[in-house]
């Protein structure tokens, strides 16, 4: 079992930066893509990003395509999502979410954890 924790999220105006982290438990992270996702109120589930377990391979949604970086430090089981130029648009509640394969998907069905997520405000 893998438990995911997302940190970092806040209020920011636009045009600011935030870091999210996500810290996975469990021996199995080292081989394990994980994704980043989001949800607006009223919307559904949206794909963010993505890395490959060792970080060689990424993919981006249009919309945060150099703006959002996502990388990871397997020796602290984390990923991180550093998000700049923010706009309001990009308001929403962030997952974490892992699968147990190396490649990366940009389906949230073929994730197998989530953490509980962390708010992120960009206000205008």
């Known amino acids: 079992q893998v438990q995911l924790v997302e940190s970092g999220g806040g209020l920011v105006q636009a045009g600011g930066s935030l870091r999210l982290s996500c810290t996975a438990s469990?021996?199995?992270?080292?081989?394990?893509?994980m994704g980043w996702f989001r949800q607006a109120p009223g919307k559904e589930r949206e794909f963010v990003t993505a890395i490959s377990w060792n970080g060689g391979y990424t993919k981006y949604a249009d919309s945060v395509k150099g703006r959002f970086t996502i990388s990871r430090d397997n020796a602290k089981n984390t990923v991180y999502l550093q998000m700049n130029s923010l706009k309001p648009e990009d308001t929403a509640l962030y997952y974490c979410?892992?699968?147990?394969?190396?490649?990366?998907?940009?389906?949230?069905?073929?994730?197998?954890?989530w953490g509980q997520g962390t708010q992120v405000t960009v206000s205008s």
């Open positions: 469990g021996r199995t992270f080292s081989s394990s893509a």
């Open positions: 979410a892992a699968r147990r394969t190396i490649f990366v998907s940009e389906k949230d069905w073929d994730y197998n954890y």
